[in-house]
């Protein structure tokens, strides 16, 4: 990586404490930022306190929507080191997003190097409480000032770093899925596999209103109001009597950092992992036969998250006694295990830091 600039903060911040953190609340005391002008390239790589951004009105991402994220997180292990979890995978992903976009990311080696710096930098922010950790949000956004609809020709891609507990405050206790049946999430053709940050604008409607009927999130149909995709910003899984069921990545689907990590757990374990696509229809008629067994969503931010109830407007089913379900609970015992150091990694998916 080119030479990075550290201007360490001369006001460091009071740690939260780890029963206080929920998820988003509070951010480290420094940032990472990169600037990139075509013809030119990535320039002027700098570690500085966290701070506020000064944008030309005119930015592409201000009002075409050029902003594109990435979730990831960095673990307290048993030894006292810290390390990354599966970070290429987010490297990976964030690139192909910033293609779709038209918009450029960093290569590997800036975008890797660049955020390890700075989880070691800020590495008092990781916590040492199992259940917590340091969530990382690379983001790429346009910061050219013009009007007229195309790509811009200057990006601005910047790291903050927030200590994070549990994502939804029922933690591991199964949530209420309300299935939403009016608003749509992705279409085909169009960003849905992106992390972009449209998808969750987009989004937006749809979870408070499920929030005021007093559910957590909802559960996300296909444009045929058919076939089950994702619950809230999660993969999710169906665990019925012969199989595990994920759907398939379509292109409206997000492929997540976990949805992978569990469905290579699954399979290592030899269970019938299956992808494919999935319909309420079979979901209903598995669960009156007594063939539906537990669901769960996966994400970075949540890990495992058990579903207890799905809802609609006609119809409800709940799961599980309000209770994790097996696999639910294996699978997050497993994931968190190594994740914490607590378990070997035998899949090779924890970079070390310190």
Known sequence: MMSLQIQKTTHPKPLPKSSELGFG???????????????????????IPYSDFQLDPAASVLHYGQSLFEGMKAFRQQDGSVALFRPEFNWDRMSKGADRLCMECPPKEMFLDGIKTLVKIDERWVPKEKGCALYIRPTIIGTEGFLGVRPADRYLFFVILSPVGAYYAEGLNPVKIWVEEQYLRAAPGGLG????????????KAAQEAKKKGFSQVLWLDHTRKYIEEVGTMNVFFVFKNEIVTPALDGTILEG???QTVIEI????????????????????ANSKGELIEAFGTGTAAVISPIGELTSSTWS??????????????????????????????????????
């Open 193 to 204: 596999w992106t992390k972009a940050a449209a998808n969750y604008a987009a989004s937006l």
């Open 25 to 47: 609340k509070h951010f480290t005391d420094h940032m990472l930022t990169i600037e990139f002008e075509r013809g030119k390239g990535w320039f002027n790589p700098r570690i």
């Open 266 to 285: 699954l399979k290592a374990q030899g269970r019938p992992i299956v992808e494919r696509n999935l319909s309420l229809e079979e979901v209903q008629t």
């Open 317 to 354: 089913l709940k799961l599980g006694n309000g209770k994790i379900g097996p696999l639910s609970q294996k699978l997050y015992d497993e994931l968190t295990g190594i994740q914490y150091g607590l378990r070997p990694d035998t899949y090779h998916w924890l970079a070390k830091l310190m």
């Open 257 to 259: 950092g976990v949805r």
